[in-house]
């Protein structure tokens, strides 16, 4: 099994601009989830979703979007981007009460 | 909703000494804490968590106790090494919750 995996690895955008970041996992988990981390800072929750077809706001939802049409993939858009939003991403998965696996996390710089 | 506070935020000890990190939890139905390890530009990973029918859970020489009652969960490494120096988080889940709830991290840096 591969895992978590994450598309684009780093990434720089010009404000304005818009972009997608791509998460698939192949472990047939229910729950999946999207993590933005600040240097220095803390995980914090931008978006989840607990099955295809349902999706939730987490702490930091503004100026991101979310869709879950497969149980696999959970695609992060970013629409108007930001210097704030210069971060790094991360995604992961998990299935009910078990361990949460992270993917390797996208680096996105906004200038 | 479930709060997961962690202290201290920095920790530095020699290597070979033991590190202590400490986190307290809101939700007294609350009944999964994992911990995970985050090493500089790298994902975080697990390793080691601990259910709310256990007290103590031990790996080699990491160690995670449970204090229901108190609502609180500690992380014990001993004999530390240089390559323990990362950030830790803990979390906190229940089963109803379909969320893990993570503290703000322990910088530990373990100097030689």
């Known amino acids: 099994n591969a895992g978590v995996t994450q598309t684009p690895k780093f990434r720089i955008l010009k404000i304005g601009q818009s972009m997608t970041l791509q998460c698939t996992q192949d472990m047939n988990h229910n729950y999946m989830y999207w993590y933005r981390q600040d240097p220095g800072m803390g995980l914090k929750l931008i978006y989840y979703?607990?099955?295809?077809?349902?999706?939730d706001k987490g702490e930091v939802p503004n100026g991101y979007n979310v869709s879950r049409s497969t149980t696999e993939d959970f695609p992060l858009r970013l629409e108007l981007a930001a210097p704030s939003q210069t971060s790094v991403y991360f995604c992961a998965s998990r299935q009910g009460p078990d361990t949460q696996y992270f993917g390797p996390g996208t680096r996105l710089t906004v200038l | 909703g479930e709060n997961v506070e962690q202290h201290p935020s920095t920790l530095s000890v020699q290597e070979g000494d033991s590190a202590v990190i400490k986190c307290t939890y809101s939700?007294?139905?609350?009944?999964?804490f994992p911990w995970y390890k985050q090493e500089l530009g790298k994902r975080p990973q697990l390793i080691i968590d601990i259910r709310s029918n256990v007290g103590e859970k031990k790996d080699q020489r990491i160690a995670v106790t449970l204090n229901k009652t108190a609502k609180h969960f500690s992380l014990h490494i001993t004999e530390t090494q240089p390559e323990d120096s990362a950030v830790y988080f803990c979390a906190a889940s229940n089963t109803g919750f379909q969320k893990l709830v993570f503290g703000t991290g322990t910088r530990l840096l373990v100097s030689p």
């Open positions: 979703s607990v099955g295809a077809g349902i999706t």
């Open positions: 939700d007294s139905a609350s009944n999964y």
